[in-house]
């Protein structure tokens, strides 16, 4: 099995950023991607961004552009720089591997 932990969630106002990072625990991780999600308060959990073992990326159309995904396989961890942070980003953040559950997931607030 695959356990995730995120972190480098926080408080940033409009326009900033913020690198979160996702560390992976268990066998399985270079060939397998990984994904980040997100859950606002009262809204439906959405797919963020995905990374492929090859490096594949995708993105939802509200972050393409500012947040980039990336992974350190020697490092067993997946990475999101989200970049020009808007309010509407704001939610709980979630790293998946195909074989893990949920993990904690990581606050991100965007606000003045």
């Known amino acids: 099995q695959v356990q995730v932990v995120e972190s480098g969630g926080g408080l940033v106002q409009p326009g900033g950023s913020l690198r979160l990072s996702c560390a992976a625990s268990g066998s399985p991780f270079s060939t397998y991607s990984m994904t980040w999600y997100r859950q606002a308060p009262g809204k439906q959990r959405e797919l963020v961004a995905s990374?492929?073992?090859?490096?594949?990326?995708n993105y939802a159309d509200s972050v393409k552009g500012r947040f980039t995904i990336s992974r350190d396989n020697a490092k067993r961890t997946v990475y999101l720089q989200m970049n020009n942070l808007k309010a509407e980003d704001t939610a709980v953040y979630y790293c998946?591997?195909?074989?893990?559950?949920w993990g904690p997931g990581t606050q991100v607030t965007v606000s003045s």
């Open positions: 990374i492929t073992y090859s490096n594949l990326t």
């Open positions: 998946r591997h195909p074989l893990s559950s």
